[in-house]
């Protein structure tokens, strides 16, 4: 073989953050030091659903996912001694996107950076919100105003910056086919790239710049081939499209450009340490091929589906990254899968099926159509229940979770309280008082910030018009105006959105033919229904708190619907009050809560309380989540009446519980039904 210089590697990240910006800013300084490559930061819910950590919907929330940014001081405490230009920084932030990337600047403007030289990403993506990940703002028309105000300015002032990243990770884990997944992101990037182009802010010439930013964020499953044809199939569509649709003749601006976060949901609680070979199979997926090869990489920890991995668990998968770039000879060779009829003939079908189903998604009248209409997030749930009714049945094999299930004491989890990270329930507090403090000395030296009611005022006399908002923005931002504000500012004439939840329209995923599993608890259901005297029976599926993974309580809700519950579910985003008054008002048999964000120990006694407190203490009150063995064992003792964790993976199983509870409940004897 001929000698040829090593492919330069990808840029290796750690997604990270947490507790408050000094503890996150330490852990950055440490992975860095220890060669990654590249910054990712993950916000708290509330940073990133636009409320300051005193708001009542922060509670439990503050600092449990990310780390919380609430106001120009946060950000710079966040990157105190990390030169920003020398930096490659990834912030994973949607609907307030436009704020921290307008702190980030300010930040980098103070530490004398030329802001031309920035390089990062902000995700930015807000259809993905409404459909999977619940952490969307506005309506979906402002909320494509703030993206391409962002790309605008970005394109003419920091022209390094990929001002959007088309998010399809999330997809994945909201039950996406690589179809679906492909289709919804690509109709995404067109909705983005129509808005820029109409917004008149851009000269036909330098819209190639744009293009040539946009950038995408996608997931790698476990199904080796078939995510890496999906990722030469997303090439070709990009290729196409920006050729065809936008008449972009340079080849290097019409390239495919990706980041990739290997699958975390397919991330198994049961025998943990089988998530090691599935986060290399995947990773290989977007590594293996040069021609569809990730340009940054970020993968999750063994143990993310226990709950918050430790630095040691997140420098377990930087150095899975290290050892394929450095140690194996993979960056010697050009595409080593080019020529394969069998992957060209997989990669010719995705992009046939894919450009099928943007044709469709365009005939409603393009992606947010698709989303107002809810056409997308019932395709997606239909997708997941589908999935779940395969993994139920074991016609798909999950290894540890519903085959090979005997396994040996693991030393990784023989104690489980230490093999993850908590954090400390008084941070939130420290965060609240430091805000306060904010608050009360922002205008006095040494900041000496202008009163910021005035930038707010400007901000949203611009929100009211058709000015670009990225430098009424930059001005709030110096105000020393808070996060809460900023957002409380633009909800005030944007408004709010609450987004199609799927559940109605999705359809029955799992049969129910006599002697199924599905029969057997309809029967539970009907029977307890007939004892008890009052109609069908009512289960309200409550999402409390911030947390928008909604994928798991929408199936519960799909299914429960499916055995002949009357099923309340209300979406995400609810306070502990609003829930027991739904509860109450609807006259409910049995409360389902779900949380994956760890603000469980909060916000379900405070449920039970509440229920306790009008007068329902009968109730019965069900948890799902991550919810760590201790945490669960602590809400049992509070009144829970049964905790379901991701290794239950029945769900059929999990409604047949259900009822068990409602009739211990009402002091109804045991069915003797098997379920």
């Not at 996150?24 to 990133?48: H, I, M």
């Not at 790309?151 to 003419?156: E, P, S």
């Amino acid at each position: 073989m001929t000698e040829r210089q090593k492919d330069r590697p990808w840029l290796m990240r750690t997604y990270a953050g947490h507790s408050t910006a000094e503890a996150s800013n330490e852990l950055y300084r440490r992975n860095l030091a220890k060669g990654q490559t590249g910054l990712s930061v993950a916000f708290d819910l509330p940073t990133q659903t636009g409320y300051d950590p005193d708001h009542i919907l922060a509670r439990g929330e503050v600092g449990r996912v990310g780390v919380p940014v609430s106001h120009l001081g946060d950000m710079r405490r966040l990157f105190q001694d990390i030169p920003l230009d020398q930096m490659n920084t990834s912030m994973t932030i949607n609907a307030t996107a436009m704020w921290l990337l307008a702190l980030y600047q300010v930040v980098a403007e103070e530490q004398g950076v030329d802001i031309t030289q920035l390089q990062g990403t902000t995700q930015n993506d807000i259809v993905k919100e409404y459909l999977s990940r619940g952490t969307h703002v506005f309506p979906p028309g402002p909320s494509l105003r703030l993206t391409t105000d962002m790309i605008t300015y970005t394109v003419a002032r920091i022209p390094k910056w990929n001002p959007i990243n088309i998010c399809s990770y999330h997809l994945q884990e909201a039950g996406a086919t690589p179809v679906q997944e492909i289709a919804y992101a690509m109709s995404t990037a067109i909705a983005v790239l129509d808005a820029v182009r109409d917004s008149g802010q851009v000269p036909e010439e330098k819209f190639g710049d744009v293009v040539a930013r946009i950038s995408f964020f996608v997931n790698a499953g476990v199904r080796f081939i078939e995510e890496m044809c999906k990722m030469r199939a997303f090439g070709r569509i990009w290729d196409q499209v920006t050729r065809e649709r936008y008449g972009i003749e340079n080849p290097k601006q019409r390239r495919f450009r990706y980041g990739v976060q290997v699958n975390s949901l397919g991330l198994t609680e049961a025998q943990p340490e089988n998530n090691v070979q599935r986060i290399v199979l995947e990773m290989l997926a977007v590594t293996l091929s040069k021609d569809a090869r990730a340009r940054a990489v970020q993968l999750p920890a063994w143990n993310e589906a226990l709950g918050l991995p430790r630095p040691w668990d997140q420098q377990w998968s930087l150095r899975i990254q290290q050892v394929l770039a450095h140690e194996s000879d993979l960056l010697e060779y050009e595409d080593i899968f080019a020529g394969s009829h069998v992957i060209e003939a997989k990669v010719e079908s995705l992009v046939e099926e894919s450009f099928a189903e943007m044709d469709r998604i365009e005939k409603m009248g393009g992606a947010m159509a698709a989303v107002e209409s809810g056409y997308l997030k019932s395709q997606l749930v239909s997708s997941h229940a589908e999935r779940r009714a395969r993994i139920e049945s074991g016609q798909e094999k999950i290894v540890g979770v519903n085959s090979y299930e005997s396994t040996e004491p693991s030393p990784l989890t023989s104690d489980l309280d230490a093999a993850i990270m908590t954090v400390d329930p008084a941070v939130e507090a420290r965060v609240v008082k430091a805000l306060g403090q904010w608050r009360d000395t922002r205008y006095q030296p040494p900041f000496n910030h202008p009163r910021p009611c005035k930038a707010l005022e400007r901000l949203k006399e611009v929100a009211a018009g058709t000015g670009n908002l990225m430098e009424a923005t930059l001005e709030c931002a110096r105000a020393g105006v808070t996060t809460g504000e900023w957002a409380g500012a633009l909800r005030e004439v944007f408004g709010e959105f609450r987004a199609p939840t799927g559940v109605s329209s999705a359809p029955v995923a799992v049969t129910a033919e006599e002697g199924t599993p599905l029969a057997i608890v309809r029967e539970k259901v009907a029977r307890t229904a007939e004892d008890l005297g009052g109609g069908r029976l009512r289960f309200l599926v409550g999402k409390p708190g911030l947390d928008g993974h909604s994928n798991g309580a929408e199936q519960i809700a799909v299914r429960a619907r499916d055995a002949g519950f009357e099923v309340v579910y209300q979406g995400i985003r609810l306070t502990p009050e609003q829930i027991v008054d739904a509860a109450l008002a609807e006259d409910v048999h049995a409360v389902g809560l779900s949380i994956l964000s760890g603000s469980h120990a909060e916000l379900v006694p405070d449920v039970l309380v509440r229920l306790r407190e009008a007068g329902a203490p009968d109730i019965p009150v069900i948890a799902g989540g991550i919810i760590p063995n201790s945490d669960a064992e602590d809400l049992k003792a509070a009144g829970v009446a049964a905790v379901f964790t991701p290794k239950d993976f029945g769900i059929t199983e999990i409604i047949g519980r259900i009822v068990d509870e409602i009739r211990k409940a009402n002091n109804l004897d045991p069915l003797e039904v098997p379920a």
